[in-house]
């Protein structure tokens, strides 16, 4: 079976509405990957840009605008934003949105996430990135 072939029967078995894409976390800036132009105000935004075909790398400085991404991919935030993480964990227990007791729950990475450490993105792993991405273990490929 073709590369092609593994990432068409994902998006079928998956009901995939877009191509699956890779992400590694990584210690250093990938070689012949350019670092995100702008920071953007969620990490969610990376995941679309990697879907519309971009292949970047982000610093854990590019999450600071995302506190709840910033908290489960582990990032170490400057004291400001930390404070502002628990304000919003606060106000969302008070809108029953999150009981405290489930935030211990929230998934997170155990290794955090503090620059120079890079998330590398890139679209269908099955096209160019999936020659890239096979450097990457296993267990940090995403769909």
């Known amino acids: ?8 029967q994902l998006e079928q078995l998956l009901g995939l509405k877009s191509p ?13 990957v350019t670092r995100i132009k702008e920071i953007a105000p969620s990490g969610c935004t990376y995941w679309k840009l990697a879907a519309e075909g971009n292949i970047f790398y982000t610093e854990a400085s590019d999450h600071f605008g995302c506190l709840i991404g910033a908290y489960t991919h582990s990032v170490s935030l400057p004291p400001a934003q930390d404070k502002e993480l628990e304000g919003m964990i606060e106000t969302m227990v008070g809108l029953n949105y999150l009981n405290m007791v489930e935030v ?11 620059s120079p450490s890079t998330l590398r993105w890139c679209r269908n ?16 490929v995403a769909l």
């Open 104 to 114: 211990p729950s929230i998934p997170r990475r155990e290794e955090p996430l503090a």
């Open 125 to 140: 792993f099955s096209t160019r990135c999936r020659r890239r991405a096979r450097q990457c273990k296993a267990d940090d």
């Open 20 to 32: 699956p894409i890779a992400i590694t976390f990584r210690t250093e800036a990938p070689a012949g």
């Open 1 to 8: 079976m073709t590369l092609g072939q593994e990432a068409t």
